[in-house]
């Protein structure tokens, strides 16, 4: 019996083959291809543990060998891409907290009164004028809804027993801001679909959004992500600092380079005066210029496009700001960021009673102090 055994559990612990090299470096969740979720394996692999661990059934493995066309079960390399099939994946529900609210926005309809919200697969965030919204994912991913966007959490899970996150979003109007696996963990599936596009994020800072002709644009600040336009053609893989445009037919005209930041001229860290200024970026038709909570830009205050190379700051907060600015080339598409931090002293606007006057999300409105 005991040599039985010793058989059985033999056939079905499959050794990857290859050098010996540090689990850390290779070993991850590598996204999505379709319907099926990848990993990357690393040595000590198998595929009897990985079949436990995603799909919580250890005898998934004989399925995930004929899926992936392997004949010698001893031999797979390390580094070879492992499909499983979504449908495989055991997973459990998972939500996202809103981790920052500016203005006024809503929640499946409603208002929403203060971060720390939780929101669940289903969700519907819906911006308008001057307002945006932040979700912070378990993975700690973040979503940012800038103003006049409506989006929707399609999918919102978890693979159970791991951290690895399964969301979709979808976007009804406007845009999406995300930076997706910052840790570098790996990622299960994120994608983010127009009616005309799929973008599936494989660790990425990734802007997606739809356009005014209803056509849909994907950029890649940092990462990659396959991009696929809704008229059947193979997806595109767009590595960082790429973009790509798609007509509201599905039509595209492939990834394009984006255009790099200007170059800031210094400001003083308490400046009174505020003004940013720049040098101009040859093929810039205009300028994103973003003040932020956080030098990523996700803890969005103040955002607006222009075509000078000078402007006035606005005083948005106390203490730390953080100044982002793109190019925008002919395509509208924003390139990646420049980044100053100034200071900023502000105090409150009071009613005839003496108390602080309050804005639409339950915060003192601010009179800027120079």
Known sequence: MRTRCFAVVCLAVLLVAGPLVSAPALAQATGARGEYFTYRLVPGDILLTLSQRFTRNPENWKAIRQINGISDQYKIPVGFELKIPFSMIDEVPASATISHLRG???????????????????????????????????????????????VTAKRLQRFSGTEYIDAIFTIDQGEIHSHVNPGGQGVGRFEIRTPISVTGVRGTVLRAGRRQDQGAYSVIVKGQADFAPANDVAPATLTSNQGVVTSATGQSAG????????????????????TLSFDPVPGATAYEVILAEDRDGYDLLWRQQMTETTTELPAVRDGTVYVLVR????????????????????????DGQGLPVRVGNGSNLLRPLF
């Open 104 to 150: 006024q926005a809503f929640l499946n309809g409603r208002p929403i009164r203060q971060t720390g919200e939780q929101i669940a697969e289903g969700a519907v965030i819906t911006t308008v004028a001057d307002s945006n919204v932040t979700l912070t994912l378990p993975d700690q991913s973040k979503v940012l809804v800038p103003a006049n966007s409506t």
């Open 255 to 274: 990834p394009h380079s984006l255009l790099p930041p200007p170059k800031l001229h210094p400001m003083e860290s308490h400046s009174q005066s505020h």
């Open 327 to 350: 190019s925008v080339d002919q395509a509208m598409l924003t390139g990646s960021d420049a980044i100053l931090q100034i200071q900023q002293t502000l105090n409150t606007v009071n």
